[in-house]
Structure formats: structure tokens, C-alpha cells
Nanobody
Framework: QVQLVESGGGLVQPGGSLGLSCTAS????????MGWYRQAPGKRRELVAD???????NYADSVKGRVTISRDNAKNTVLLQINSLKPEDTAVYYC?????????WGQGTQVTVSS
């Protein structure tokens, strides 16, 4: 079956950096748009960044300039590097795979930005 597994979350101080990783199985990874979403308590889930199979990238305005999304199709992995972290970045971060109305979600990884 399809499985997306995130890792790399944790507690970091404001201004710090964090790298998140998502590894997928059970899909033809290279064909999927891969994305990162986040959801803070009491908030709606929102897009952070996504990256299509053709290499087109979309960043949310709230993180543009501070994050980099990348993928390694040979490893079925999508990465999210977040720099200059702010307390408002605190959320559960979810990995998403999407292709022609087929979509899958990971279990999420907690990112907490606090001093």
C-alpha cells in the first residue's frame, strides 16, 4: 500500500533551521506532485510548498524566501528546508503526494519554534 513517512521535526529556537524529509512507497514517485502542508492548532491546513514532476515549484507567501523544497526521485524522497524559523511556523507538517486526483498524506511531524 501507499505510505508517506515524514521525519525531521522537533523543537528549535527562533531564527534556527530545520530540515524535513518525506519518503514515499507504493507510488510511482517521479510522476507525483509532492508537497508540504502544515496545520497549527485551531487553524486550517495550508500549503507550504509543492514541487511538480516537471520541477515547477510553488511557495506560500508566508514562507517564501525562507524555505526550499527539493526532491530526489531515486530515493522517493521530498525535502523541506526551513530557515529563519519563527514561532508562527509552529505546526504539524504533512507530506502530500498528488497525481491526477490521486492524493495521499503522511502522518505528520511536529515542528515547534520556541525559545
Amino acid at each position: 500500500q501507499v505510505q508517506l513517512v515524514e521525519s525531521g521535526g522537533g523543537l528549535v529556537q527562533p531564527g534556527g533551521s530545520l530540515g524535513l524529509s518525506c519518503t514515499a512507497s507504493g507510488i510511482i514517485f517521479s510522476m507525483y506532485t509532492m508537497g508540504w502542508y502544515r496545520q497549527a492548532p485551531g487553524k486550517r491546513r495550508e500549503l507550504v510548498a509543492d514541487l511538480t514532476s516537471r520541477g515547477r515549484i510553488n511557495y506560500a507567501d508566508s514562507v517564501k524566501g525562507r524555505v526550499t523544497i527539493s526532491r530526489d526521485n531515486a530515493k522517493n524522497t521530498v525535502l523541506l528546508q526551513i530557515n529563519s524559523l519563527k514561532p508562527e511556523d509552529t505546526a504539524v507538517y504533512y507530506c502530500n503526494a498528488d497525481f491526477t486526483n490521486q492524493h495521499y498524506w503522511g502522518q505528520g511531524t511536529q515542528v515547534t519554534v520556541s525559545s
